[in-house]
């Protein structure tokens, strides 16, 4: 009874509208490498999308309350394999992400510190049991996720360690905080901004900074991506010129086609009418994990479900305007669309615990 009641109470349409994507994400890679290196992506990424559901799987059959007991230790783990990656990791495009294993695989750590910072960040305010965050509390949540946020913008990883933040604004913003402490935020990020740029930022960091304002200052350059990715966007008028059609796709002018700037390829190739459908599947499958949060059993609940809703958002909105110009370039790939398996495994995963709290939604 209780095996069937799981397999009746999944959220289907979001594993519906998960799937989809997944789809049009791999036919995106297959026509995007078509004929070139990456060639073979497209069936690692079915096979990313098979491991995935059955992470997703394994995560919904784990009480959450259970994984939220296992929080410290998995904190622990977290920074230590962050410190080994910044230490030992292979450096690719002159960042230090990743931890080689046996057959070419790259273990990225940045991408699950996500799910923890998650855990960690509903544990902490859940177990605090007040109607508003005292200054002290604040501080000590902000330290315990600036810490993994440090250890990634060191490898330097900009892009990944700034989607931590909105994980914890949200959690801040639904524990409740006053409008002096809003306002005390903000004075001391603006504080931290030019600090942050004479002595945190790298000079390939400081580069994608002033090629956002200006791409034609150095187009061949750190303004090349923008330029290529505006170009392909443009292109692809209203219906697109069909898979494997895109010019900027298909002649290679645009960079990495099939990981951060696959919205890109596929603007070009599918129009303004596919990238309406495929952000209206976005805008769908965020409205479900919302819904997942009303009807969490318990604040701990509510509170995976609006981080986990709050990260998958800030990729969107972080990937869709880095390709349009809108945005600098970060390197945050779009969830469940860009090839990797690192990224598909994370969001899975995020979506398991999404999942994991509807099945308990009764659970007294």
């Not at 390197?331 to 509807?358: A, D, E, Q």
Request: glycine share 10%.
């Amino acid at each position: 009874m209780a095996s069937y009641r799981s397999i009746r109470d999944l959220d289907w349409p979001m594993l519906i509208l998960t799937l989809a994507i997944c789809a049009f994400g791999v036919l995106q890679i297959y026509s995007s490498t078509r004929d070139s290196i990456w060639k073979d992506t497209w069936w690692k990424q079915i096979i990313y999308i098979v491991l995935g559901m059955v992470l997703l799987w394994v995560v919904s059959s784990i009480d959450y309350h259970t994984l939220l007991s296992q929080v410290p230790v998995l904190y622990g783990i977290t920074v230590a394999t962050l410190v080994a990656t910044f230490l030992l990791g292979t450096k690719v495009f002159g960042s230090r992400r990743w931890i080689p294993f046996p057959m070419g695989f790259r273990f990225q750590v940045s991408e699950f510190a996500k799910l923890v910072i998650v855990l960690l960040v509903a544990r902490y305010l859940t177990e605090l049991r007040r109607d508003r965050l005292e200054l002290r509390d604040l501080l000590k949540l902000v330290g315990l996720v600036g810490l993994p946020f440090l250890l990634v913008n060191r490898q330097p990883d900009l892009g990944t360690s700034l989607t931590y933040l909105p994980i914890l604004a949200v959690g801040v913003f639904i524990a409740g905080l006053r409008w002096q402490q809003v306002v005390g935020i903000v004075c001391i990020l603006i504080m931290l901004v030019p600090v942050w740029w004479f002595f945190g930022s790298s000079e390939y960091q400081k580069k994608r900074i002033t090629s956002f304002q200006d791409p034609g200052q150095d187009p061949k350059g750190s303004g090349y991506h923008v330029i290529q990715s505006k170009i392909a966007v443009g292109s692809g008028g209203m219906w697109g010129k069909g898979v494997t059609r895109g010019l900027q796709t298909q002649l290679r002018f645009l960079p990495v086609p099939h990981t951060d700037f696959i919205f890109s390829t596929f603007a070009e190739e599918h129009g303004f009418v596919g990238v309406v459908v495929v952000l209206g599947m976005y805008f769908l499958l965020l409205m479900q994990i919302v819904q997942n949060a009303q009807t969490a059993p318990d604040r701990a609940g509510m509170y995976i479900c609006m981080g986990i809703c709050v990260l998958l958002l800030f990729h969107l909105l972080v990937n869709v305007g880095m390709v349009v110009g809108l945005m600098p370039v970060t390197g945050i790939p779009l969830p469940l669309m860009s090839y990797g398996g690192s990224s598909m495994w994370s969001v899975f995963l995020m979506l398991g615990l999404v999942n994991n709290v509807r099945l308990r939604r009764f659970v007294n």
